[in-house]
Nanobody, 125 residues
Framework: QVQLVESGGGLVQTGGSLRLSCAAS????????IGWFRQAPEKERAFVAW????????SYADSVKGRFTISRDNAKNMVYLQMSSLKPDDTAIYYC??????????????????WGQGTQVTVSS
């Protein structure tokens, strides 16, 4: 079982940028499609983006398309989420999650079996 740890969250002003990182340990991350999800207070966990195990395919929620970029470096066992033009509505705990053996991700969080502990992103207005 791969272990995932997110980092890079913090407090940023509207219009600012952050880069979240998802570090994997335990085995190679290259077997897994990886997704980023977020959960705001009193809301359900929501899909943000996924990247295929090779990095050749990505998908984004409409709310972040054009502002967020997901990428990965399998040699370093890392996945990233570059977030730009941040808005207060982006405030949430952000989680990375893995689908072992899956070439592509999906938007349903129940399809992911490995989860990190989350990192808080707060965007002030």
């Amino acid at each position: 079982q791969v272990q995932l740890v997110e980092s890079g969250g913090g407090l940023v002003q509207t219009g600012g940028s952050l880069r979240l990182s998802c570090a994997a340990s335990g085995r190679t991350l290259s077997w897994d499609a990886i997704g980023w999800f977020r959960q705001a207070p009193e809301k359900e966990r929501a899909f943000v983006a996924w990247i295929s195990n090779s990095g050749g395919a990505t998908s984004y929620a409409d709310s972040v398309k054009g502002r967020f970029t997901i990428s990965r470096d399998n040699a370093k066992n890392m996945v990233y989420l570059q977030m730009s033009s941040l808005k207060p509505d982006d405030t949430a705990i952000y989680y990375c999650a893995g689908r072992p053996g899956a070439s592509h991700g999906v938007r349903n969080p129940e399809a992911y079996t490995s989860w990190g502990q989350g990192t808080q992103v707060t965007v002030s207005s």
